[in-house]
């Protein structure tokens, strides 16, 4: 490691995370409002919850952003081992199993999501191996092959829960990082295919991921089931216009559209706020990216550019993914919004990231 002085943190990264965050939690009151008060007798129910995540996440962020980063680096590999007991864990009959998928593990209120910590941990343990076994990456055999392992293991797992979004964000950025360290491009292409062969196949294999890609080609022909959700986002974003129809005033989250304030928050963020606020989230996001990937560039060692190139694709693709499915650019796939959906543990990992993130700023030779 090159030594470097300690100076602030990414300003902008950091503004753009807080706002990001507080849009989000305005987004969750506003889109879960309806439902809880039905649910829970409590229109704030979800935006409590919400809120103690991202205080206490936004504590992690700070205590992590403090300390430097090379020693969390020895906290990769024991990360990961915990990490792929949990998602063995959460497919047994210790896992909690919601709307056919069993993604939870712990007691309630004590719950969170393994694959969420998986997506982190794997970033971690690659950038920390990858940048102690550059030489070897581009052997095949001996160098690439124990990561393609890993990968399968982790993503086999996950997909026993199932869950496709997540296992493409985290392969995504597996090729990414690889490809970073130097790995020969005949092998990058033949992963990319293989990888895309393995979707399909799961695809496949799954009637109702079928069901799905039949609807994503033509919602409306399917519009009573597989293409309601997409044609009631659609629905929402075409509603909000270039203005919205003003905070709090969607017509969707009124029971129309499932998923309102998780994986489909970002619809009622158009409907509300039109154009103009659904705009203004994704240029955040490409902010972050920017920032992200500046902040790898100026990392004073392999290892720090690795792991804040990783923490930036692992977010922005799945914001881009979330993104995808609202628009009816992609099929159908349980993936979160970062910052904006609700969700705690998405919402602490996340937080943890950019800590990460901000940390390594701390340390790049250019601001």
Known sequence: MRRSRRGPPDFILFVVTLALLGIGLVMVFSSSAVTTSVSFDDAYYYLKKQLIWAVLGIIIMFVIMKI???????????????????????ITPL???????????????????????????MVMFMAKSLSINLDKI??????????????????????????????????????????????????????????????????????????????FLDPWQYASDEGFQTIQSLYALGSGGLFGMGLGRSRQKFFYLPEQYTDFVYAILGEELGFVGAFLVLALFLLFAWRGFRIALNAPDIFGSL???GITVMIVLQAAINIGVVTGVLPVTGITLPFISYGGTSLLFTLAGVGLLLNISRYSEVK
Request: aromatic share 8%; with cysteine.
């Open 138 to 215: 581009r052997n095949f055999k001996n160098g690439l092959l124990p990561y393609l392992v890993l990968l399968a293991v982790v993503c086999g797992l996950i997909m026993m829960q199932p869950d496709l979004g997540t296992t493409v964000a985290i392969a995504g950025t597996f090729i990414l990082m690889i490809s970073m360290a130097g790995a020969n491009m005949a092998h990058l292409g033949g992963i990319a295919l293989a990888g895309m062969a393995g979707i399909g196949a799961a695809i496949a294999v799954a009637p109702y991921r079928m069901e799905r890609w039949y609807a």
């Open 95 to 121: 896992g909690t199993e919601v709307k056919g998928s069993s993604r939870f593990l712990g007691i309630a209120p004590f719950v969170f999501t393994p694959s969420e910590l998986a997506k982190l941990a």
């Open 68 to 90: 430097n980063y090379n020693r969390i680096k020895d906290l990769a590999a024991p990360l990961l081992v915990i990490t792929i007991v949990c998602l063995v864990l959460v």
């Open 307 to 309: 792991l804040a190139a």
